[in-house]
């Protein structure tokens, strides 16, 4: 069973940048497509990024088109969210995701990232 531990948030300015690591243990991702969700107080999750098993597919969510960046390292069993030109409403939860037909997904506990003017 994979078990995923995100890691890189915190406080920064608008306009900022912040990269988050999604850390992958027990099991290797080369078989799990990635993704990044995050969650705002009241609102429901939604996705930020996601990226194919082979890293050559990336897609993003409409609101961060251009500004994040999601990558994988097969090496380190990790995937990672660049996050530039930071704005006050890319403040949530990020949460990182892994799914992979005939499996239920997998999530991390999360990691705050708060954008302060």
């Known amino acids: 069973q994979v078990q995923l531990v995100e890691s890189g948030g915190g406080l920064v300015q608008a306009g900022g940048s912040l990269r988050l690591s999604c850390a992958a243990s027990g099991r290797t991702l080369s078989n799990y497509i990635m993704g990044w969700f995050r969650q705002a107080p009241g609102k429901e999750r939604e996705l930020v990024a996601a990226?194919?098993?082979?890293?050559?597919?990336?897609l993003y969510g409409d609101s961060v088109k251009g500004r994040f960046t999601i990558s994988r390292d097969s090496a380190k069993n990790t995937v990672y969210l660049q996050m530039n030109s930071l704005k006050l409403e890319d403040t949530a939860v990020y949460y990182c995701n892994a799914r992979r037909y005939g499996s239920p997904q997998i999530w991390g506990q999360g990691t705050q990232v708060t954008v302060s003017s």
């Open positions: 990226i194919s098993r082979s890293g050559t597919t990336t």
